[in-house]
């Protein structure tokens, strides 16, 4: 917090609890104890009579006052004729005279009708709400933290308003993509927000490894985005700057909004307090593909070994000599049986996480430090991840015009395993749809013949999923620190001065291990990889406040300087001289190895300035140059500004008893963009064999200038009826062009791709918060929230004459392509040849056509709705939260594979007689018969009727309704050895689904590299059910 | 001084953000060089161009040309062709050997230069091949600011690779050199025998259309100023070291065991092989499991036709376990003689077919390390004059691993007489003649596809290119 609070209001109810604590603890701090007065005494309670802890009491004009403990009691020095100041947040400050009595009593009222909210800003300044000119959206700890996610951005999904969250289901450190108002840009990576934690940037990137999602030897696997792993519970609350003209200030990198994290302090402590926090959570898979029952392993119903489909004979229970089966190598005949559990291959996953804070609150200042840890297991077996998290934040007042502060968090993430995601012979639903459904797991779970050797695998092509689990190790040992040291210092009572360093610092070092013996690396291969990373800013803020008759103002000047630094490097070697030993030594090939090194350096100055007319009319006006050391020395520089105005007519005009409130808001901003280092010169690339090079893939671009991006946004803030009702509405537009991007060129042409500014991408969408208390009694309240996004990213042009950008490749020529007049997210790919009428036109041989590339969809949902409610009886609360999604499609691998293997329900017709697709045949004269050529069963399924290709044929309408989080809480009514609060909640996340996508779950998301893919599901593992529980201690 | 500190601190401020002085050091990639010598780039072609040899004769060259078949995924062998990139790959290679060219051309180093203009020829050649009219004079030129480069009809493209390799015979000289040449170890004879054996090649190839005698000819009379290659010891092939990463794309270590035997040995390949007793069919192809037998399949099946890989002969299974068996064949001696004696039978050169033909046959097997039966020329397969099929067969058997040399040298003959569409193909009964360019054209490259399309004759996989009329 680099604000003080001086000019705080009393502030109306239902704020956040952080605030609530936040406000108390900075007049906490403030007071002095004075000695020598007669003690005075008294308690605080509301309106029904009950105490209020904590609550403020002050001796008007003096420092002194002092907090209220658990039964409201207060005991302060004071004299007669001294005016007592009772506060709380929430509640109408109340003052009272000491008379002769040395005990005073006062009874708070809800100040539900005083509107003044305080938000934290770009910067992290604390505003009020009334004066901001653009869309700020926040949530609460409890929010955050109520149902724990393992990583804290799923946690986000359906809280905010025009942001969309999609979890990723590669494991247990699983990415998660988060996208604000729309993807502004053509590089798929490119469209997450800035998160930044106590003022501090820190990275979000996914760093990957390991090939396309379909790359057979080298499948990705994901080790989790870089704000994964921000501890939820330490979280005090999230500020969400959605537009340009809220986050302008942040620079080029807030061009997709801004995630403003603060972490919990000291500052609502009086004396030592005491939390203790545990979550206990269960896993298990929430959807998983249906497995047929009726026919076993092999062709045209015969047993055929090494086939992988399931189009052999009818699981009748006659003998067959069954490969994997115990008896198959004495030759032994088994009863043809259905054995294949699916299910049995995953376990139950547990969750542990637990958190122990301490905090203290003195008169100079406050400390919080805090111990988290969680320790998870997969549904995948042999699959865990853990945490370690050490925070500090502190400050102190060596003077009363001074602050420092430091804010501190050592993280250390780890797994002994992780997945690798996608489809290919490493891959475990590679392994398990491809899997005969005649044979019994248990046959393949001793998976050696020969221990680190030979594998004991059914089919020649693929590794034994066994094997996959227990030897195809990718583990990981991260350590990262983050945190800041500032300086806050008043001048004068006008001006103040902030100075501040912050850091971002990570070390990851990832290995992996593939046996002796395995499909794709039959020398076996260790391979290691490390990842250093760090990120310096450096901060001043010079602000200058003074009010001029009606108008307030404050101008303030600051500047940046932003240091990035990546190390990457990379050794693999695909052979093992001893089997079983997994070190550099042990390799005995010549080992791939890489080194990249890159740096960025902006420099950056801005300026702003808060005006405010009365209480009704207030403007921002903010400017920012940078300067990037990753553009062109002649264009290098770039300004961009921003304006928004917020006019408040319920300020000025009588709207009737009803409205409480009503601010219209407006804004308009630009903000500029540089790009990754290196992206100028061409460099030559080390090539495979010793002592060579190759040109590059990517052709670089010494002309670059920096991208642009205009934003225009309007909105309505109301409430009604005593703030009842809440509304915000919002309405944008934002117009990005000069995106620097490499675009594919005709290979021809000597690369496969040209950097170069391009494109002209429009997003215009409208974002709804509405919530309502509907109930508010006394031991009784029911509270209904609803978050709607609506947005359509609209391609206007790309490069010169280009038709079209490819944004991501899928598998099989599927694809994510930007076209001019285009949909963002629009996915192309082979379809079905129809006749005029839509009917599907077959060929003679009995199977669909297969039909020319075409737009089969868009993988951005028609619009979004989180749906939340709280309820509140006595100590009990029950809070649930919906996600509902409407339109776009997903393309499932999983559907096309599943048909292919035969393992699928769907594929169950016609193994008999053979089927006749319905649809047409054409004619030599062009006109259509129906059809009537029947194919054999085996033949129609195996990349027949839904071929991997037909884009069409496997992508589904991926509306979904979520049950995404359910708790129910029970606060005990203990105050006892010490004991300020207690309380049990069962919790559970994803706990139903309701889809029309068969078999997975529509929000999976493919992986090339470090990249997602929406829209496209390529044999992603199951995502996960959480279930468990969860207490608070407080003392 | 309250204000002058104000002033300086404000100055210092400012001074410092917009400082831009060091930002070019920043941005200046260290990872990787600015710039390059030929002998670097050098290996990286060679590797790269066997790579792409092995991986097209396995994966396309073996299956089109019918010496093998696919048991599962038999869409290639069927004809259910797509836009096929596959090729395309060549124009990233083409970008290294530009380099290399215009390297040796700067700093005079003619070596090089010869080295770079045989290598493109040998990759325009393939490109132009398998599709046509292919971007030429304006490929590889993105430095330049084309990135849409337009196609050359296959007859420019011819006139513009032969030139090359003939360029590229003059300038080789004995203090020629070149470094980094993992092909022939820097020997500069072998390259200039390396161009003129390819540019028989070439010529043939356009002999239908052009009249080529002469010039065959005056490289045949001149063996000072043209040499060609003299023995199986010229071959020009790509020896894979055998260990990581020198691995080709098919041997364990690097490929995959299943790939390997996805295709099995086809009636035709296996039956010419067995009515001359040929003891090469020992050591390409292994025996049908627990028997001495060799089993073909029938090439073109519908897939449900097929059924299981143990009914049927192998590839020898030694190609995949042993890392250092496949090779890369560029061209050998042994299809030169095949294209003299093709040349002598047909009229263009003098000279005797027979001859050409008997050492053709002699240096296959010798090339593949097999001992030919002292009666093969003789008994088993002798040179017929009234059956030229005997030699294009022969030939056939020469080029097995050979890229997709045999197809090329089919869509121009028509021989062997043997390919021809399964019973399950999907192309009414055609054998494809072209690949489809790559979709991409198609979306980054429209109006330069778009018109080539239509010059050719339309993208699709029965155009004939201009060669093969």
């Known amino acids: 917090m680099i604000q003080p609070l001086r000019s705080m209001k009393p502030t109306r109810p239902l704020l956040p609890l952080w605030l609530r604590y936040l406000l108390l603890g900075c007049f906490a701090m403030a007071l002095l104890p004075v000695y020598g007065q007669t003690p005075v005494s008294g308690t605080v309670t509301d309106a029904f009579g009950q105490p209020i802890p904590r609550a403020t009491v002050t001796i008007q004009g003096t420092r002194t006052g002092v907090l209220t403990d658990d039964t409201g009691a207060y005991k302060l020095p004071a004299t007669q004729g001294d005016t007592l100041v009772f506060s709380f947040i929430g509640y109408t400050t109340q003052k009272q005279a000491v008379g002769a009595e040395p005990v005073v009593n006062a009874v708070l009222t809800d100040s539900e009708y005083q509107l003044e909210e305080v938000v934290v800003t770009a910067l992290g300044i604390q505003r009020d709400k009334k004066a901001l000119g653009y869309s700020v959206q926040t949530l609460s700890a409890e929010q955050v933290s109520r149902v724990r996610s393992t990583n804290l951005v799923n946690g986000l999904s359906g809280k905010l308003a025009g942001v969309q969250v999609t979890g990723a289901n590669n494991g247990l450190a699983s990415s998660s993509r988060i996208i604000i108002r729309g993807e502004n840009s053509l590089n798929i990576n490119n469209n997450s927000p800035l998160f930044i934690v106590d003022g501090i940037p820190v990275n979000n990137s996914i760093y990957g490894i390991g090939g396309s999602s379909i790359d057979q030897s080298n499948l990705p696997t994901d080790y989790g985005n870089g704000a994964a792993e921000i501890n939820p519970d330490d979280i005090e609350s999230i500020s969400v700057l959605k537009g340009a003209a809220a986050s302008a200030l942040y620079g080029s990198r807030a061009t997709n909004g801004v995630i403003v994290i603060t972490t919990k302090s000291g500052k609502n402590t009086q004396g030592l307090g005491v939390s203790i926090s545990s979550t206990t959570m269960f896993s298990s898979p929430l959807v998983l593909p249906e497995v047929q029952t009726q026919y076993g392993g092999g062709w045209g119903r015969d047993y055929y070994a090494d086939y992988g489909t399931n189009f052999g004979p009818e699981l009748d229970g006659s003998m067959v000599l069954q490969d994997g089966s115990p008896g198959f190598d004495n030759g032994e005949a088994e009863p043809f049986v259905h054995r294949y559990q699916l299910e049995d291959f995953f376990q139950t996953g547990v969750s542990s996480n637990n958190q122990v804070s301490i905090t203290g609150g003195f008169e100079k200042g406050n400390i919080k430090l805090a111990y988290g840890n969680s320790y998870n297991t997969g549904i995948v077996p042999n699959t865990n991840l853990q945490r370690d998290n050490i925070s500090i934040n502190t400050s102190y007042r060596p003077a009363d015009n001074w602050t420092i502060s430091l804010s501190g968090n050592y993280l250390k993430s780890q797994s002994d395993n992780?997945?690798?995601?996608?489809?290919?012979?490493?891959?475990?639903?590679?392994?398990?749809?491809?899997?005969?459904?005649?044979?019994d797991l248990d046959w393949l779970r001793d998976y050696w013949l020969e221990t680190d050797r030979v594998q004991r695998n059914i089919f020649s092509w693929a590794d034994n999923p066994f094997l996959i689990a227990n030897e195809h190790i990718n583990a990981f040992n991260k350590d990262r620190l983050y945190g800041m040291v500032s300086s806050m210092y008043d001048i004068t009572p006008e001006l103040s001065l902030l100075l501040r360093m912050g850091t971002d610092y990570s070390n990851d070092f990832r290995w992996s291990r593939r046996p002796q013996g395995s499909v794709f690396h039959p020398n076996g291969m260790y391979?290691?990889?490390?990842?250093?990373?760090?990120?310096?800013?450096?901060?001043?803020?010079?602000?200058?406040?003074?009010?001029?008759?009606?108008?307030?103002?404050?101008?303030?000047?600051?500047?940046?300087?932003?240091?990035?630094?990546?190390?990457?490097?990379?050794?693999?070697g695909d052979g093992l001289a001893i089997p079983g030993i997994y070190t550099l030594g042990n390799?005995?090939?010549?080992?791939?190895?890489?080194?990249?090194?890159?740096?960025?350096?902006?420099?950056?100055?801005?300026?702003?300035?808060?005006?405010?007319?009365?209480?009704?009319?207030?403007?921002?006006?903010?400017?920012?140059?940078?300067?990037?050391?990753?553009?062109?020395?002649?264009?290098?520089?770039?300004?961009?500004?921003?304006?928004?105005?917020?006019?408040?007519?319920?300020?000025?005009?009588?709207?009737?008893e009803s409205v409480d409130y009503l601010k219209l808001r407006f804004n308009v901003a630009r903000v500029g963009k540089d790009t990754d280092p290196f992206q100028l010169y061409k460099t030559y690339q080390f090539a495979?064999?010793?002592?060579?090079?190759?040109?590059?893939?990517?052709?670089?671009?010494?002309?670059?200038?920096?991208?642009?991006?205009?934003?225009?946004?309007?909105?309505?803030?109301?409430?009604?009826?005593?703030?009842?009702?809440?509304?915000?509405?919002?309405?944008?537009?934002?117009?990005?062009?000069?995106?620097?991007?490499?675009?594919?060129?005709?290979?021809?042409?000597?690369?496969?791709?040209?950097?170069?500014?391009?494109?002209?991408?429009?997003?215009?969408?409208?974002?709804?918060?509405?919530?309502?208390?509907?109930?508010?009694?006394?031991?009784?309240?029911?509270?209904?929230?609803?978050?709607?996004?609506?947005?359509?990213?609209?391609?206007?042009?790309?490069?010169?004459?280009?038709?079209?950008?490819?944004?991501?490749?899928?598998?099989?020529?599927?694809?994510?392509?930007?076209?001019?007049?285009?949909?963002?997210?629009?996915?192309y790919g082979n379809t079905y040849v129809r006749t005029p009428q839509g009917e599907i036109v077959y060929a003679e041989n009995g199977l669909p056509l297969v039909g020319d590339r075409a737009n089969v969809g868009n993988y951005n949902p028609d619009w979004m709705l989180g749906l939340s409610t709280g309820i509140r009886f006595h100590g009990l609360s029950l809070y649930g939260l919906v996600d509902i999604?409407?339109?776009?499609?997903?393309?499932?691998?999983?559907?096309?594979?599943?048909?292919?293997?035969?393992?699928?329900?769907?594929?169950?017709?016609?193994?008999?007689?053979?089927?006749?697709?319905?649809?047409?045949?054409?004619?030599?004269?062009?006109?259509?018969?129906?059809?009537?050529?029947?194919?054999?069963?085996?033949?129609?399924?195996?990349g027949g009727v839904h071929p991997r290709q037909n884009a069409e044929a496997n992508s589904f309408d991926a509306s979904y309704v979520k049950l995404r989080e359910l708790s129910l809480s029970y606060s005990l009514p203990i105050r006892a050895i010490g004991l300020r609060d207690l309380s049990l909640s069962l919790v559970g996340n994803n706990l139903l689904l309701w889809t029309k996508v068969p078999f997975i779950d529509p929000e999976a998301q493919a992986m090339n590299g470090g990249t997602l893919i929406p829209g496209m599901e390529v044999t992603q593992l199951p995502s996960t059910r959480n279930y468990g529980f969860r207490v608070n201690l407080t003392f | 001084m309250k204000k002058f500190l104000y002033a300086s601190f404000f100055t210092l401020i400012l001074a410092t953000a917009a400082c831009t002085a060091n930002f070019e050091e920043i941005n200046t990639n260290l990872n990787q060089p600015l710039t390059v010598t030929g002998d670097l780039l050098l290996p990286t072609v060679i590797f790269d161009l066997a790579d792409f040899s092995v991986n097209q004769s396995f994966g396309l060259g073996d299956i089109i040309t019918q010496y093998h078949g696919h048991y599962e995924f038999n869409d290639l062998d069927i004809y259910r062709w797509t836009s096929d990139g596959s090729f395309w790959v060549l124009y990233n290679y083409l970008q290294n050997i530009r380099d290399i060219r215009q390297y040796g051309v700067e700093n005079d180093l003619p070596g090089y230069e010869a080295v770079a203009l045989v290598l493109e020829a040998y990759a325009f050649?393939?490109?132009?091949?398998?599709?046509?009219?292919?971007?030429?004079?304006?490929?590889?030129?993105?430095?330049?600011?084309?990135?849409?480069?337009?196609?050359?009809?296959?007859?420019?493209?011819?006139?513009?690779?032969?030139?090359?390799?003939?360029?590229?015979?003059?300038?080789?000289?004995?203090?020629a050199f070149v470094a980094g040449d993992i092909l022939f170890g820097g020997d500069m004879t072998a390259w200039k025998k390396l161009a003129n054996t390819l540019r028989v090649r070439l010529l043939m190839r356009i002999s239908d259309v052009r009249d080529v005698s002469a010039s065959l000819q005056q490289i045949l009379d001149d063996p000072a100023a043209y040499p060609l290659f003299?023995?199986?010891?010229?071959?020009?092939?790509?020896?894979?070291?055998?260990?990581?990463?020198?691995?080709?794309?098919?041997?364990?270590?690097?490929?995959?065991?299943?790939?390997y035997f996805l295709s099995i040995p086809t009636t035709r390949f296996v039956g010419l092989l067995q009515a001359h007793e040929d003891p090469r069919i020992h050591e390409w192809l292994g025996y049908k499991g627990g028997t001495t037998e060799y089993i073909g399949v029938e090439p073109g099946l519908d897939l449900g036709d097929i059924g299981r890989p143990t009914a049927y002969a192998s590839k020898d299974s030694s190609f995949f376990y042993d890392p250092s068996k496949i090779a890369a064949i560029f061209i050998t001696y042994s299809e030169l003689n095949f294209l003299l004696a093709e040349a002598a039978m047909k009229g263009l050169i003098s000279g005797d077919a027979k001859a050409f033909y008997d050492e053709g046959v002699a240096a296959s097997f010798e090339q593949w390390g097999v001992e030919m039966p002292a009666d093969f020329l003789t008994a088993k397969a002798p040179y017929d004059a009234n059956n030229p099929d005997r030699l294009y067969e022969q030939k056939w058997l020469a080029l097995y691993r050979t890229c997709t040399e045999a197809w090329f040298d089919w869509k121009r003959t028509g021989k062997p007489a043997f390919i021809q569409a399964g019973p399950g193909n999907i192309n009414s009964n055609q054998v494809p003649v072209r690949l489809m360019y790559p979709s991409l054209e198609q979306s980054v490259n429209v109006s330069n596809y778009t018109t080539a399309s239509q010059r050719i004759g339309g993208d699709n996989i029965n155009t004939r290119v201009w060669w093969d009329k």
């Open chain 1, 688 to 827: 495979t064999l010793p002592n060579s090079l190759t040109n590059p893939g990517q052709l670089p671009n010494a002309n670059l200038v920096p991208e642009q991006t205009d934003a225009y946004e309007v909105g309505l803030e109301a409430y009604f009826w005593g703030k009842r009702l809440m509304v915000d509405l919002s309405l944008y537009q934002t117009i990005s062009t000069n995106q620097i991007i490499s675009f594919a060129v005709s290979q021809a042409a000597g690369f496969r791709s040209v950097f170069a500014n391009s494109g002209k991408i429009e997003n215009k969408g409208i974002e709804l918060v509405l919530s309502g208390l509907l109930v508010k009694k006394e031991h009784v309240e029911w509270s209904l929230t609803g978050n709607f996004t609506l947005y359509r990213g609209k391609v206007i042009e790309l490069y010169e004459d280009l038709e079209s950008y490819i944004i991501a490749q899928g598998p099989d020529g599927v694809t994510v392509e930007a076209r001019p007049g285009g949909r963002m997210g629009d996915i």
């Open chain 1, 885 to 942: 999604r409407e339109g776009g499609i997903i393309y499932s691998y999983t559907h096309a594979i599943g048909t292919e293997s035969g393992i699928l329900p769907i594929t169950l017709g016609g193994r008999e007689d053979g089927i006749v697709g319905e649809g047409v045949v054409q004619n030599p004269d062009g006109s259509y018969s129906p059809n009537t050529n029947s194919v054999d069963a085996e033949d129609y399924y195996y």
């Open chain 1, 527 to 572: 391979r290691e990889q490390t990842i250093g990373y760090r990120e310096t800013n450096a901060d001043f803020l010079l602000s200058y406040t003074k009010p001029l008759g009606d108008v307030s103002t404050r101008f303030s000047v600051g500047g940046n300087r932003l240091d990035q630094h990546t190390a990457e490097s990379l050794i693999q």
């Open chain 2, 125 to 175: 050649s393939q490109l132009t091949d398998a599709y046509g009219d292919v971007p030429y004079s304006q490929a590889n030129q993105a430095e330049s600011g084309i990135i849409a480069p337009a196609y050359d009809a296959q007859e420019v493209v011819y006139d513009g690779i032969l030139a090359s390799l003939e360029r590229a015979n003059q300038i080789i000289d004995e203090d």
């Open chain 1, 587 to 656: 390799i005995n090939v010549i080992p791939s190895m890489s080194r990249y090194d890159g740096r960025k350096r902006v420099n950056s100055l801005y300026a702003f300035a808060n005006l405010g007319y009365r209480d009704f009319l207030y403007m921002d006006i903010t400017a920012r140059n940078d300067w990037s050391s990753a553009l062109p020395s002649n264009n290098n520089s770039y300004f961009y500004p921003s304006v928004s105005l917020s006019f408040l007519p319920s300020e000025i005009f009588e709207m009737g």
């Open chain 2, 230 to 259: 003299e023995s199986t010891a010229d071959d020009a092939i790509y020896r894979y070291q055998g260990s990581s990463p020198d691995l080709s794309p098919y041997s364990e270590g690097r490929g995959r065991e299943y790939e």
């Open chain 1, 418 to 439: 992780l997945p690798v995601a996608g489809y290919g012979g490493q891959g475990l639903m590679y392994a398990l749809l491809w899997n005969y459904t005649n044979v």
